[in-house]
């Protein structure tokens, strides 16, 4: 893969994460699965910290850095730690997007993944060699992960609002 694919990739995941949590009621995005399990206000906080603390930030610093130590992140204990529950849902999403439009933006400046640098990598304790393409292509999986999730959230609620059998629909 190119980096020009990476790029469209993102830019259709951004429209598809807009898509899915758009035009969402209060108790849609606040609704949970179960106990523990995550609602979509958590999701998408999580998206945009993880957008701006982790990949796009983690990347930057491989490129550039990468024998540094890497600046620790935390995004279970963020949850708690960032008051997620207490955000605005209409804000967090724009401000997802906002931070999206800042990644596509630096990536685009990036040199094509053709060059050298992209095989910068930082040591990391437990995972061993990460280069700056490892998580660029982990950062792409990321999103679709949770693109996964948030459908299997909302799969979940119709199930459990409906009352229904939703065998005809087909196996998940």
């Not at 790029?7 to 994460?17: D, E, G, I, M, Y």
């Not at 523990?36 to 998206?47: N, R």
């Not at 982990?138 to 609620?157: C, G, S, T």
Request: one cysteine or more; proline letters at 6%; glycine letters at 4%.
């Amino acid at each position: 893969m190119n980096l020009n694919t990476y790029l469209q990739q993102f830019s259709q995941n951004t429209v598809a994460f807009v898509s899915l949590f758009s035009g969402t009621s209060e108790d849609e995005y606040l609704w949970r699965p179960a106990p523990g399990k995550w609602c979509l206000l958590e999701i998408l906080c999580h998206l945009t910290d993880e957008e701006r603390e982790d990949f796009r930030a983690r990347v930057r610093h491989v490129l550039k850095t990468p024998d540094q130590p890497m600046p620790p992140i935390d995004p279970v204990g963020w949850v708690k730690d960032r008051k997620y529950m207490a955000q605005n849902f209409e804000e967090s999403l724009n401000q997802f997007v906002r931070e999206r439009k800042k990644s596509m933006q630096e990536l685009q400046e990036l040199p094509p993944l053709s060059e050298p640098v992209w095989d910068n990598a930082y040591q990391h304790p437990k995972l061993g060699a990460m280069s700056a393409k490892m998580l660029l292509a982990n950062w792409l999986a990321h999103d679709h992960l949770h693109l996964r999730q948030i459908v299997r959230l909302k799969y979940e609620r119709l199930k459990s609002l409906s009352g229904e059998s939703l065998a005809y629909a087909g196996e998940w």
